[in-house]
């Protein structure tokens, strides 16, 4: 059974001059190609998106100012969308066959990797929040992370049943509150992915506002 693939959008950090580039081969590969056919006029509008974006573009590099780097961006964002529906008509018609989605200009997307389970999230740093009873939280992201689980202490940090669950977060920053005042704390946190919970952070301290 053949590998089914999928089309790289490929628009991530791409220069207005980049993005024109991508635009025009898009237009060359798909005109006339067998593997693929678009509504009337499709071409012709990427291709005159792809000049207006040219002409844009060209205008801020001559000392253009504010407007014309409005009207580039402009631009940029209807290109982009054309080169979006242009991905759509590639997935539906060309099966996941690789060699018919590089004959449209698109690369292949890389499958996905599972991700095990996680390191411990690195540089732990906790400080007095700006309320009373509050502890501001922040530490290093881990790609992958589904969520971080966040544990507090408020007797041993040496002791595991002084280790209580505290909240759960998307974010590599929380706010903890309610806490009380001017009691010392200690806080360590895990990042938790589909493989399950990781391992746990360092330990910081730190006395609530």
Known sequence: MQKQENAK??????????????????????????????????LKELGDACDALDAANIAVQNN???????????????LEAIIR????????????????????????????????????????????GKQRGDVVLRWGA???????SLQVNSGDPKLEEDWRWAA?????????????????YYFRVRANSTAGAGKLSDVAASKAA
Not at 95 to 120: C, M, Y
Not at 142 to 148: C, E, L, M, N, S
Not at 168 to 184: I, M
Request: hydrophobic share 30%.
């Open 9 to 42: 959008l490929g628009l991530a950090s791409l220069t207005p001059t980049a993005l024109v580039e991508k635009g025009r081969n898009h237009v060359e590969s798909c005109t006339g190609n067998p593997d693929i056919t678009l509504p009337t006029d499709f």
């Open 64 to 78: 253009g100012g504010k407007q014309d780097r409005s009207r580039r961006a402009a631009r940029v964002t209807e």
């Open 85 to 128: 529906l242009l991905a759509k008509h590639v997935e539906v018609q060309c099966g996941g066959i690789a060699e018919k989605i590089l004959s449209t200009g698109f690369d292949l997307r890389k499958p996905r990797q599972p991700v095990g389970v996680l390191d411990a999230p690195p540089n732990l740093r906790a400080e007095r």
């Open 142 to 148: 881990k790609r992958g992370r589904t969520t971080y």
């Open 168 to 184: 759960s977060t998307t974010r590599n920053t929380y706010t903890l509150t309610g806490l009380e005042t001017d009691k010392q």
